[in-house]
């Protein structure tokens, strides 16, 4: 007999979930500061799931890496991560609560749905749940769930506040936090428009790790956590750039 054929090198991939308010919930000088910081983050995870790649011998290295976004495509955050997830190479998979059709009917006319109808062209795979309008909390809850279920790291762009309703952006970070999926918090104030990042890697632990978007400690972190590594020496922060003065502003 001969020898066995070698088997195809199994890429790493990363499941990258996005929860956050939508757009009435945002001001526009709030979502032209929001822009540059969330492509920021996908970017830099990417360049930390490569590093990993290259530095632990438990990941692939010679292979690309499989990068996916998760995103229930609502107005505002999740379509600004569906946007900066494409430019840097993710792949977008949309979770609807219910059928197109149907889920066009929470976009108002106009400028609104016509964002919707671009981004749902532009996501490379689209999955309906089988959602009911006569129960719209458990439709959106049902989402979330989806989300997290897939996710490695959840992304919430988020002011912090309770939740205000099940299927919201604070129950989504708790789901996340209790299936331990590490989240990236981009915690916005809608007051003074300031941003900050922080990395929430526990839901047991009081006190969430601050940091930066040129930090790239923090996202050796989440994706260590994310990926069940071990703890690695701590990297010197990469020099200013205008993701870190919009985040600081």
């Known amino acids: 007999m001969g020898l066995p054929e070698p088997q195809d090198p199994t890429p790493v991939v990363l499941n990258v979930g996005i929860t956050g308010h939508r757009a009435g919930a945002l001001t526009a000088p709030m979502l032209r500061k929001l822009r540059p910081i969330v492509n920021g ?33 609502a107005s505002g955050s999740d379509q600004i991560a569906a946007s900066s997830a494409r430019t840097s190479g993710y792949l977008v998979r949309a979770v609807l609560p219910f059928e197109p059709d149907e889920y066009r009917k929470d976009f108002a006319a106009g400028k609104e749905l016509r964002g919707f109808e671009k981004a749902l062209a532009s996501a490379d795979e689209v999955h309906a749940l089988p959602g009911d309008r006569s129960d719209l909390n458990a439709a959106y809850v049902e989402v979330g769930q989806s989300v997290v279920g897939k996710a490695d790291v959840l992304i919430a762009i988020w002011d912090g506040e309770q939740a205000r309703g099940p299927g919201g952006t604070a129950h989504v970070v708790q789901m996340a936090l209790e299936a331990s999926v590490p989240v990236i918090h981009i915690e916005i104030n809608r007051e003074s428009g300031k941003v900050r990042m922080r990395a929430l890697m526990d839901g047991d632990s009081p006190e969430p790790s601050a940091g930066s978007l040129r930090d790239r400690d923090l996202y050796d972190r ?23 003065a919009a985040v600081a502003g």
């Open 222 to 244: 989440v994706l260590r956590g994310a990926f069940k590594l071990g703890h690695a020496p701590a990297q010197q922060e990469a020099p200013a750039s205008p993701e870190d």
């Open 41 to 73: 983050v996908f970017r830099r995870l990417r360049e930390a799931t490569l590093s990993l790649q290259q530095s632990e011998d438990a990941l692939c290295s010679v292979t690309e890496p499989r990068l996916l976004l998760h995103t229930g495509m």
